[in-house]
């Protein structure tokens, strides 16, 4: 299974918050901010913004004195004790931060085993999640995360997909087409929200984008009631944005 396009800027930003990890790992008495600056290759202003996002995310602290250190999540996180319970609590709490600041509900995904899945999202009365009337694993080709994933795949694997699962007609909106997907799939850009207007479920619009590191293909989503979808936009772009914290969690 190959990729067809370059990583995204949340990548590229994750990329460099593991070189500052990497530098801040190094020096288990402290580091000062220009020696991180030096040793990760980044200007500083560069690093004072990820220093900042780690900080909030608990990868670092700060001493007294102002040196930078390892911080609780990260030893956490790279514990072989507990690793995963770990890493499931603090994508859940990023998860939860995304749906307050976008007001929306949020997903992450994957694609594993030849399969579209849901593996955890955050939602809440302000922002309530999708009803999954169709097992999302057979409905990627109506869905925005399982657009989005399938982006990510190269021709054969898409096929190779959709040869698996029959696309049906969900809404009226539903693409039923396999030579009208495909194309619309092999056109998308990747820095662009992938959106479901209505096409797997009446009255929900949804939007994802990628958070793909390496072979792993992922996504986060959005997803909001009809009524609300003049917000989905800026919603998708708000979570692209903050895309880094989550694609960190899951290199580490």
């Known amino acids: 299974m190959a990729l067809t396009h ?3 800027a949340p990548y590229h930003s994750a990329q460099d918050a593991l070189r500052v990890l990497e530098s801040v790992a190094r020096h288990p008495a402290g580091a000062d901010a220009a020696g991180l600056a030096r040793e990760a290759g980044l200007d500083p202003g560069r690093l004072t913004a990820l220093l900042r996002m780690l900080r909030r995310e608990g990868y670092v602290e700060q001493t007294a004195d102002g040196a930078w ?3 609780d999540t990260l030893r956490r996180l790279t514990s072989a004790h507990g690793h995963d319970r770990a890493l499931r609590e603090k994508l859940q ?3 939860d931060r995304l749906r307050d600041s976008v007001g929306a509900a949020v997903y992450i995904s994957r694609y594993e085993d030849g399969e579209v899945r849901v593996t955890q999202y ?3 009365p302000g922002a309530p999640a999708v009803n999954e009337w169709v097992d999302f694993r057979s409905s990627a080709h109506a869905t925005a995360v399982g657009k989005s994933l399938l982006t990510q795949l190269d021709h054969d694997a898409r096929r190779d997909h959709l040869s698996r699962h029959r696309m049906a007609r ?3 909106r539903t693409i039923t087409s396999d030579r009208l ?6 056109s998308q850009p990747p820095t662009v929200p992938v959106l479901d207007l ?3 479920a009446v009255g929900t619009v949804c939007a994802a984008v990628p958070i ?3 072979a792993s293909v992922g996504c986060l989503a959005v997803s909001l009631p009809v009524e609300r979808a003049h917000r989905l936009r800026r919603a998708a772009d708000a979570l692209n944005r903050h895309a880094a914290p989550v694609l960190l969690s899951l290199a580490l």
């Open 6 to 8: 370059e990583p995204t």
């Open 69 to 71: 250190i390892t911080g």
């Open 93 to 95: 709490q990023t998860l």
């Open 122 to 124: 955050a939602a809440g």
């Open 170 to 172: 969900l809404t009226s």
């Open 181 to 186: 997907l495909l194309s619309r799939l092999e």
């Open 198 to 200: 209505q096409e797997y």
């Open 212 to 214: 793909t590191a390496g």
